[in-house]
């Protein structure tokens, strides 16, 4: 019924606009994050502006799984929006790019864009399908700087300091050490996934390994280690109470004011914790989560949400010239003004302003000097399995093992790998 | 020979075109689908492996023991708690006939809406719930959060939730009954409680056939109500076979999904034939 009332919207705008002038209407169907639709609005009037010929619709889809199959089923019919937004990685994979997407190397402010994001949203041809839709983020861990100051600690460089810290953090304050939210099942997986610097760096071939079949989680220690420590903090007891019922609101509020010291988080939540408690927001500081070795301590890294053209667009060139827009520095600093900056740019000459908020400004240092990034195994490989966040909230909340819950996992990404036809599986 | 159908072609035409499209199509092309690797971008012949795969799948098991379980605890449930509500409200209470369309009240509202408000009800910490046990001094379990107790605490608000129409199939039943079995039994002197064994429970008996396959069949593919409160969770704990298979469509497996529920639809069908089959041939002894 929705759908029919889009098109009939739809239907009519291409009425008026036939009768005004040759005004060309884009329709791009984006998540319903605010954060999406206040850059999405922010751009595409920006755009408009220049080019006052060319109008937009938006549409807006649920996120998560849900908004997957959308996408999938829209692009699958051919009933594809003519832009649209979504992940890059292994989610993108599962939509046969190669079939269904419109290749983008053609754009104008093509060589714009940073090659570390570009090896994320292309194939294997070369054939790169997107233009960022904002910064990238880190995956590690939110902390509350007034708590650590409180306590005279310092932000730990091996997981060993962070368990110290975590330790003082129980006996002398009130805080739970580490907030966790298992209501909202997905923030279980974070420990696991932001441990991926530690692994690659002692594991460099990891993800290729593990892509070809030959490497497996249970069976590789560094891998097995975010599994680990998940277990390790878990049988402390260092979560707050009734984990099992928190939502991810609440794990941003207990980190922002204080009732828990840590949350594993990806820095995508900064500008949520400034919507929900303004005036703690520079309370919140971040780190990257701390391996075994200092010398080695280094951030895992998140690709943005990105747009892409459908193979069938009814108005590729207008639709390729809007991308070619969002690949210039005028739309970074759209983006800044519209929704802030939570992490750098992957468009070349974009700067980020100097009052950007301390969790993010925490984040910088590390893409400053080579070798303290490395990107999540998502942005490496295509599989990535979907029983990870059920598996992490049981090796969290004590029902499995760290051992077994690799196990399982390993057996998991099997389908997925199956499903995509990877060779040697 | 005189034809057996009573309308002629043009009459059955549209509804036949209707069951062609809308049943007999999609349900011949589930088998097929179930027999491929789909992305719905393409599909590739596999033969039976989403079966084979379907039967390795890990918490396959907890999924369709959860899934008797879920089914047999609220049909009994339901059936008994019906009954005796519908005793009481055939028992000539005052204000009888709005107490009746009250306990019909949480059968017509959202099943997605009554989950989310019982998670809140639920919550271990500021759910209703709890904190009226704490007024009685008693530390209220984690409903939800509880491995042993999530699928329990979901079958408990199903229960609250149909009971209602189990009750009126029952308030139905029990009008059927003749009096002069009641009349009957008080001359011979039989008490009250000889007289709900022996008179209602067996007279009762097809109202009880019609409660226990209903909400059996609902029961066993019981989706929404689990989904909306704990996702199949913590964990597994509370995954059902129809949670496992919305799972599996999530992830993008959709060949391997069509054959999750081809199996779900052969092991209902498995439970619930020969129990009406075993009803009704009890009916006929009676």
Partial sequence: ?425 | MKSSRSYPYWFILPSGLIYLVLFLVPTVTAFWFSLTQWDLFETRFIGLENYSQFFQEPFLITGAVNTVVFGAVTSIAKSILGLLLAVLLTSGLLGQSFLRTLIFFPVLVSTVGIGIAFTEIMHPARGMINVGLSYLGIHGPAWLIDPHLALFSVALVDVWKGVGLATLIYIAGLATISSDYYEAARIDGATKLQMFFRITVPLVRPATVTVVTLSLISGLRSFDLIWAMTKGGPGFSSDVLASVIYKQYQAGFYGLSTAGNIILFVLVALIVVPLTYWFNRREVDL
């Fill in chain 1, 1 to 425: 019924m929705k759908d029919l009332v889009k098109k009939l919207t739809v239907i009519a705008f291409a009425f008026s606009a036939v009768s005004a002038a040759s005004a060309v209407e884009l329709s791009i169907l984006i998540d319903n994050n605010p954060d999406t639709v206040a850059l999405t609005q922010a751009l595409t009037l920006a755009y408009s502006k220049k080019h006052p010929d060319v109008k937009f619709e938006m549409e807006l889809r649920p996120g998560g799984a849900e908004g997957d199959n959308i996408v999938k089923t829209r692009l699958a019919t051919g009933e594809m929006a003519d832009v649209f937004i979504y992940n890059s990685g292994s989610l993108l994979q599962a939509l046969r790019p190669s079939r269904t997407l419109e290749p983008i190397n053609d754009i104008a402010n093509f060589s714009n864009i940073l090659s570390s994001f570009t090896s994320t949203v292309s194939d294997k041809k070369g054939n790169v399908y997107a233009v960022p839709a904002q910064t990238a983020m880190g995956g590690g861990i939110l902390y509350n700087k007034r708590l650590y100051k409180e306590l005279g600690l310092k932000v730990p460089m091996t997981w060993k300091e962070f368990m110290a810290n975590c330790a003082i953090i129980a006996a002398k304050s009130k805080a739970a050490p580490i907030a966790q939210t298992y209501r909202d099942s997905w923030t279980s997986q974070l420990i696991v996934l932001a441990d991926y610097y530690n692994v690659q760096s002692e594991q460099p071939n990891f993800a290729d390994d593990y892509t070809n079949n030959k490497a497996k989680f249970a069976t590789t220690p560094s891998a097995l280690r975010g599994f680990e420590k998940l277990q390790q903090v878990s049988e402390a007891g260092y979560f707050n109470d009734y984990y099992g019922a928190a939502t991810y609101n609440d794990g941003l509020n207990m980190v922002a004011t204080g009732k828990a010291a840590h949350y594993p988080m990806l820095t995508f939540a900064i500008p949520a914790i400034n919507i929900n408690t303004p005036d703690q927001i520079n309370d919140v500081g971040f780190f990257a989560q701390p391996g075994d070795d200092a010398s080695k301590n280094g951030l895992t890294v998140w690709m943005p949400n990105a747009f892409y053209l459908p193979k069938e667009g009814d108005h590729k060139d207008i639709a390729k010239d809007f991308l070619s827009y969002v690949a210039t520095v005028d739309a970074c600093n759209t983006i800044t003004n519209a929704i802030g900056a939570n992490g750098p740019y992957l468009i070349k000459g974009c700067t980020l302003p100097d009052n950007v908020f301390p969790a993010v400004k925490d984040m910088l240092p590390y893409f400053q000097v080579e070798g303290r990034t490395a990107p999540a195994l998502e942005f490496l490989s295509p599989i990535k399995g979907p029983m990870l966040e059920q598996l992490t909230v049981e090796v969290g909340s004590s029902i499995r093992t760290a051992k077994s819950a690799a196990e399982l996992y390993d057996q998991d990404v099997e389908k997925q790998a199956k499903q995509l036809n990877l060779p040697n599986w």
